[in-house]
């Protein structure tokens, strides 16, 4: 049963380390990206839809990654372009997330009888590593996305420490002004890493419809987006950090569905199912000192 | 003749309707130290931050020996190997040393050893004493200059714009500064020194061109002039003269007692450390020091806005140690703040509001439950004419006002509600001569109206001309407390450097 959760613990803190991972290189810019939650529900959608109509989750994936580039781009040029405030304009993004999702899929689906369904992304067990006892199974029998976060997060940490645009990135989020003095584009830094924000939060989104249910619902995010936007701060803008901070959260949601099938138990259902969001309240809360780039949030307007 | 290492051509430059710069000329040549002095507003930094790609000219040409370039971005500035050294800084106070002045700089991955050895080496060619690992936040405000010169010598700068650089240093730190200039002016490159500053223009500058109100008005080599003939090329209108005040014209009664005060950071550094002084009425008390040694902290917790760990503050006889800043307020405390933008004024409110934010909860201004306007507007418009304040009326937005304007309204407030004792923290900072003028007689004028007045100030003229006595801050502590007799430049300059009493003599 152990290692059945911790698999499955695995696979949960996925969508979120793509989303958080994502979150500390844009809020390392100075962009909270607060429409990550739309931006997550746009891509199951999109990644829903796309695989259900061509019947290949590899295209489902990929108009996840567009839906959510889109989407980021829109949100981009608001808040970076447009200069507008960051918290208005992603909360207006994700409330016209809902519609605009609920509209379409009335739209190319009409209201079915029996819900839609596609084979979810298949786990792929690794020749050799996943015949190991225990870990095998926790670590090397998993979809082709969970395998890529063993990828994304030491290529964050490499990015953002070890290269001239990581010093980019770190810096455009504490002292634009240096940046622009140095003769780089605080816009454009910012705006395509939001971009870049968008196509990973995305294929996030995706993990819920395809990677994992196999079904869409306009609410099978549920305040996900906003559990890796929290991660973020918690992991104190760096992916290791992230990285430590989904597998908590990936952990408690894999227990609560856990227990939710396990009707044995004392404790209503419903505190397992809301257990990952009381532990975001929590840690948020306990967390104690934070390395906030100086100028999160703050637009950039140059003088003159 | 000669082509000229760099040339400015009748560059004109308008923001909005006020003219920055009108056809000015100048040029530079290698192994020069320029030295461009004139009067806040002048405009010479803006002719500057046109040749450094940050503004771009109406009008005019820029060349580079005798070749016609376009500069629009300080990056095209730096492949002309022309650096700037800003007012302010631009450094990430998170970063190290080494990620500052690599920034923008390198590509791919970067190669962190490699790069604080060269940055080392620079830093012991030119004999600066700057660890590349240090984070900039540990740094003082000089070694953090020193990061932004380095940078431009990593990128192999011939010309260097400075913009007052002395403005923020210690006077040991500026002859380092002046050792370096020259060095680097030696070593056939160029250097173009922003100032007002008579002093160090003689001192350091080969060539001197003076600006005034965006116009060039004198050319001078350094060996054919003198710093009279200089001050009145920079200086139109003369100014009424200060009558210097005598030592201890004030009466003995203590206005303001301050015992033990320590302010302990979070981490427990304390960033005030047993501060004791007296202020008697009709005194000014001048507070001296490099900015950012615990001045800003000590007008805070008089004012009541710092909580303080220890110590008492006694405001006529009045224990004020645990008063919120409102009792204060009301028992006569004035404070003039450094920040005018920040804890001063609200920019988008009118001046009449303005006025009124002090003492907003006084009934004085009250009628019928609502708020007299017409009281209201008659003290700001006496307020106005009393200070000689430029603004079109009461009504007048903050912000349309000009900075000097802005420090008159706040003057006014202050000096007009406040009974007994005034804080007045930098309150000349970035302001015209004529404005300061006008501040300082009011600060006088306080004196003889018998308040007690702490005047904090970084600029030593200021201190010297208007306090009795002087109480030089150091990391925190006081240095000494001296009658403004018994001090001159050099021995307060060593004090403000961190050495105590009897070193200084």
């Known amino acids: ?304 | 003749m000669d082509t000229p290492f760099f040339e400015l051509k009748n560059i004109s430059k308008y923001f909005a309707k006020v003219i920055a710069n009108k056809d000015v000329s100048l040029s530079v040549d290698k192994g020069e130290v320029l030295a461009l002095l004139g009067e806040n507003g002048a405009g010479k930094s803006t002719c500057m931050k046109i040749l450094y790609g940050l503004y771009h000219a109406d009008e005019g040409e820029i060349f580079k020996e005798g070749k016609r370039i376009t500069i629009k971005s300080p990056k095209e500035a730096m492949r002309y190997k022309i650096s700037m050294i800003q007012q302010h800084f631009s450094l990430v106070s998170a970063h190290t040393v080494t990620e500052n002045i690599i920034l923008g700089n390198v590509k791919g991955r970067i190669n962190w050893i490699d790069e604080e050895r060269k940055i080392q080496k620079l830093t012991d060619q030119y004999g600066f004493d700057v660890d590349a690992r240090k984070k900039i936040k540990d740094l003082t405000v000089g070694e953090q200059q020193k990061v932004e010169i380095l940078k431009a010598l990593y990128l192999d700068a011939n010309l260097l714009i400075m913009d007052e650089p002395t403005a923020v240093l210690t006077p040991q730190e500026i002859d380092t500064l002046m050792e370096f200039v020259k060095d680097y002016s030696r070593r056939g490159n160029a250097v173009i020194f922003i100032t007002h500053k008579l002093k160090e223009v003689m001192n350091v500058a080969s060539r001197i061109i003076v600006m005034r109100s965006g116009i060039i008005h004198g050319n001078v080599l350094k060996e054919k002039t003198n710093e009279v003939e200089l001050s009145r090329m920079m200086i139109e209108h003369k100014i009424e003269e200060l009558e210097k005040v005598k030592d201890n014209n004030y009466v003995k009664d203590v206005c303001l007692s301050v015992k033990g005060l320590t302010i302990k950071q979070k981490k427990g550094i304390p960033l005030l450390k047993n501060i004791s002084f007296d202020i008697h009425k009709g005194e000014i008390f001048g507070i001296a020091g490099v900015s950012g040694n615990g001045q800003q902290e000590l007008c805070m917790a008089i004012c009541g806005a710092l909580k303080q760990a220890e110590g008492s503050i006694n405001l006529d006889d009045t224990d004020i140690t645990n008063l919120s800043i409102k009792k204060r307020i009301e028992l006569g405390m004035g404070y003039v703040p450094s920040d005018r933008h920040r804890y001063g004024m609200i920019m988008d409110m009118s001046l009449s509001e303005n006025v009124l934010l002090k003492t907003s909860y006084s009934s004085e201004w009250k009628k019928n439950g609502l708020i007299d306007r017409k009281k209201l507007k008659d003290k700001t418009n006496q307020i106005i004419k009393k200070f000689n304040v430029k603004a079109p009326g009461h009504y007048s937005l903050a912000r349309e006002l000009s900075g000097g304007n802005q420090q008159k309204v706040i003057v006014g407030r202050e000096v007009e509600f406040c009974g007994e004792f005034i804080i007045f923290d930098q309150p000349t900072r970035g302001l015209d001569l004529g404005a300061i003028n006008n501040v300082h007689s009011a600060i006088l004028k306080e004196k003889q109206n018998n308040k007690a007045i702490m005047l904090v100030s970084t600029e030593l003229s200021e201190i010297f001309t208007l306090s009795d006595r002087v109480a030089i801050f150091y990391k925190g502590e006081i240095q000494g407390i001296f009658k403004t007799s018994e001090l001159n430049s050099e021995k307060i300059g060593l004090l403000m450097a961190g050495y105590k009493h009897q070193e200084a003599i």
């Open chain 1, 1 to 304: 049963m152990i290692v059945n959760l911790l698999s499955r613990a695995m696979m949960m803190s996925t969508p979120l380390l793509f989303g958080s991972l994502s979150e500390v290189f844009s809020e390392r810019t100075g962009v909270m990206v607060t429409a990550i939650e739309g931006i997550f529900l746009m891509g199951a959608w999109a990644g829903f839809t796309a695989a259900y109509i061509t019947g290949s989750l590899a295209l489902g994936i990929l108009f996840a990654a567009l839906a959510g580039l889109s989407v980021a781009i829109l949100y981009a040029f608001i808040v970076v372009t447009l200069k507008q405030h960051q918290i208005v304009t992603g909360t207006a993004i994700n409330i016209l997330i809902i519609g605009l999702c609920s509209f379409l899929q009335r739209v190319v689906f009409g209201v079915p009888l029996s819900p839609l369904t596609v084979e979810p992304l298949k786990k792929i067990a690794l020749p050799l590593l996943s015949k190991i006892p225990l870990i095998g199974t926790i670590f090397f029998n998993q979809n082709i996305l969970t395998y890529s976060i063993y990828i994304l997060v030491p290529l964050g940490f490499f990015i953002l420490y070890k290269t001239s645009l990581g010093l980019v990135i770190r810096s455009t989020g504490e002292n634009p002004e240096a940046v622009d003095v140095s003769g780089i584009s605080v816009s454009k830094v910012r705006f395509m890493t939001v971009a870049a924000s968008g196509i990973m939060c995305g294929i996030a989104g995706a993990f819920y419809s395809i990677g994992y249910l196999g079904m869409f619902t306009t609410n099978i995010i549920g305040g996900r987006g906003w559990i890796a936007f929290a991660i973020c701060f918690l992991g104190n803008w760096n992916p290791i950090g992230a990285f430590i901070g989904t597998l908590i959260f990936g952990l408690a949601e894999a227990f609560a569905i856990l227990m939710q099938s396990n009707s044995a138990t004392m404790l209503p259902n419903e505190l397992f199912i809301a257990l990952p969001y009381i532990l975001t309240i929590i840690l948020t809360i306990s967390r104690k000192s934070f390395n906030v780039p100086s100028k999160l949030g703050t637009a950039y307007i140059k003088e003159n």
